[in-house]
Each structure stands twice: as structure tokens, then as C-alpha cells.
């Protein structure tokens, strides 16, 4: 039974590292042409779906070779000409003519076929969406970060049973509501109430970094709630019996006490920030325009793939993997450096 345990143990784990694995390489293959066309160029473009004219010069030197080559047929048949007799001269004539204007036809059709291959280029940039998404997640995590501590700090610290369970659990289940129906509250509700007090319109940047910090607040407090109630009672009644105060004991005990799980619970809000779609969908405007200020409207990576994945094809799905593939590297590099700098073992 032991054995049998620690082998459905590091199967588990084993699973969870093919998993993320294969979605990186899955994400990679299919990006490659948009790799391979745009290079790191993409994630300083602003430009998406935006036709650039091109020169087709492959084209241009085979109409510049079409011109020598009906002069050699032309003299090589006058050559000719002179050689028949004259009772053939008026048949001869007439094939010079009919091949004279071949030859027209032939030079009319290369000059229309380069000018129907002088096409356009669609160019792909995904800094647009890259800044909305980052900015957005800066917003969100500005607000939400102290207004979970405190929700914490309250529920764990400070207000009676009597209070503190009925609370812990509407606040679970605010993390528990859709996305969808945050998106629609920010759209008739809370965009219309933020532009009248910031300006702008009721789909903004500043909206869509709002409502992020509002669907994280109660999963981050949640977890930090239950991470300070891991803090033994004895350590707590110590520190009160040397004199500390409830600001001291939370500041110098609860918080390094339960300092692992309450950055544990920041990091995963951050990630579900980084790739939230619906509610931000609603409430950021999806329009491909850099944000010169916090109330204009943009777009992010998720509703970027969201709006565009089942009416793309070709590069342009390309150049979409290649934005989802933007957003797992930099959620996973946020997200492993957190971990690793501020989780780590410090001896």
C-alpha cells in the first residue's frame, strides 16, 4: 500500500509537468509562422491586422524578360522571310501577324497578372493587448491587495464569531460568482458610476483594472484569512502578556507567521487576474488603441482571443497563438518570480 501510494503520488505530480509542458509546446507549434514572420518585432508592434502594400519583385523581373524574348521570335521570323518564296509571303504574313499578336496577348496577361500579384502584407503586433493586460493586472492588484489585507485582518483579528463566520462566507461566495455576471454589473452599473467620478467613458482601462481588483478581493482574503488563523493561539497570548497591542501582535506575529501563505494567496489572485476574459471583455472596450490615459479604452490578451479565435485563420490564428504564447510566458515568469524571490528559504 505504501509503495502503491508514493507511485499515485509522483504519477500526480509527473501529470502536472506533462500538462504544462504540452500546452507550451502546443502553443509554440502552432505560433511558429507568426514567429517565423513577425520575430520579437511583435511584441513591440502596435499595429494588428493592419494591410501594408509590397512589391512582388519576383514578378517585376519576369515582365522585364518577357520584352527580349518576343523581339528574338519577332526578328528570327523576319529572318525567315526573307528566305521564302514570294507565293508564301501572304501565309507568312499572316502567321507573323497572328504571332505578333500572341505575343501582345502574352505581354498584356504577364502585366496584368504582376499587377493582381502586387498584393498586401497583414501585419500582427501584440503590444497593444500586452500593455492592457499588464496595466489592467497593476490596477487591480493596487486596489485589491490592501482591501483583502484589511477584510482579513478583520475577519481572522478583530470582529466576534458572531460576525466573522457569516462574513467569511459571503465573502466566499463572491469568489465563487461567475466572471460573466461581474462583466455585466461593470458594464450597467459601475463603468457608468467610475466615468462620472474619473471621466471618460463607462468602458475604460480604469474600469476593466476595477472590476479585476473586485473578483480578486474576496479569493485573496479568503486565503489570507485562513492562513492567519493557522497562528497558535500561545503565540498571540504571549505577545498581549508582554504588553504588545492588536496592531503589534498582527504586525510582528500574525503576519510573519503567516507570511508564506498570505504571499501564496497574491500570487494566485495575480495569476487569475493575468488571464481573466469574460467580465474584462465587458468593461475594457476591445478596441485596438494604445491608452494614453487609465479612462481610455483598449483591449487585452485573453479578449483579444476571445472576440477573434473563431473568425481567424491562417497567420492571423498564427499570430494569435503566438499572443496566447506571449501571455503563458510572461504569467509564468511573474508568477515563478514571485515565488522564488519572495517564497524562498532565507537562512
Not at 518585432?41 to 514578378?59: L, Y
Not at 493596487?142 to 475577519?155: E, K, N, Q, S
Not at 476593466?208 to 480578486?216: E, F, S, Y
Request: no cysteine; proline share 5%; glycine share 6%.
Amino acid at each position: 500500500m505504501e509503495s502503491l501510494f508514493k507511485k499515485f503520488a509522483s504519477l500526480s505530480a509527473t501529470t502536472i509537468l506533462l500538462i504544462l509542458t504540452s500546452i507550451f509546446i502546443v502553443l509554440f507549434i502552432y505560433a511558429k509562422p507568426a514567429i517565423m514572420e513577425f520575430g520579437l518585432n511583435f511584441v513591440t508592434d502596435p499595429r494588428w491586422g493592419v494591410e501594408v502594400p509590397i512589391e512582388n519583385q519576383n514578378n517585376v523581373n519576369k515582365q522585364d524578360n518577357v520584352s527580349p524574348v518576343s523581339e528574338t521570335i519577332v526578328n528570327e521570323d523576319d529572318n525567315d522571310d526573307e528566305v521564302i518564296s514570294d507565293e508564301d509571303d501572304e501565309i507568312d504574313n499572316g502567321m507573323l501577324n497572328d504571332e505578333d499578336e500572341d505575343d501582345e496577348i502574352a505581354v498584356t496577361d504577364e502585366i496584368d497578372e504582376d499587377t493582381e500579384n502586387s498584393t498586401t502584407k497583414t501585419i500582427y503586433g501584440g503590444l497593444v493587448p500586452i500593455v492592457g493586460t499588464i496595466v489592467s493586472t497593476i490596477i487591480a492588484m493596487f486596489f485589491a491587495v490592501p482591501l483583502a489585507m484589511g477584510i482579513a485582518i478583520f475577519l481572522s483579528e478583530i470582529a466576534p464569531p458572531s460576525i466573522s463566520k457569516p462574513v467569511g462566507i459571503a465573502i466566499e461566495l463572491l469568489a465563487a460568482i461567475p466572471s460573466i455576471i461581474y462583466g455585466m454589473w461593470g458594464l450597467f452599473y459601475f463603468g457608468p458610476m467610475v466615468s462620472d467620478i474619473f471621466g471618460g467613458g463607462s468602458v475604460s482601462l480604469l474600469v476593466a483594472g476595477l472590476v479585476l481588483a473586485i473578483m480578486i478581493v474576496p479569493f485573496m482574503a479568503s486565503l489570507t484569512r485562513d492562513s492567519m488563523n493557522t497562528t497558535p493561539s500561545v503565540l498571540k497570548e504571549s505577545a498581549y502578556a508582554m504588553g504588545a497591542t492588536k496592531f503589534e501582535v498582527i504586525k510582528d506575529v500574525v503576519f510573519p507567521y503567516a507570511k508564506k501563505g498570505i504571499i501564496g494567496s497574491m500570487i494566485l489572485a495575480l495569476g487569475r487576474a493575468l488571464g481573466e476574459t469574460m467580465a474584462v471583455a465587458f468593461v475594457i472596450g476591445g478596441v485596438f488603441t494604445f491608452p494614453k490615459l487609465l479612462t481610455d479604452p483598449t483591449v487585452s490578451i485573453p479578449v483579444v482571443l476571445a472576440n477573434s479565435f473563431s473568425e481567424s485563420n491562417g497567420l492571423s490564428l498564427n499570430a494569435l497563438f503566438y499572443l496566447a504564447l506571449v501571455l503563458f510566458v510572461i504569467s509564468f515568469a511573474i508568477i515563478s518570480f514571485a515565488k522564488f524571490y519572495f517564497l524562498r528559504d532565507k537562512k
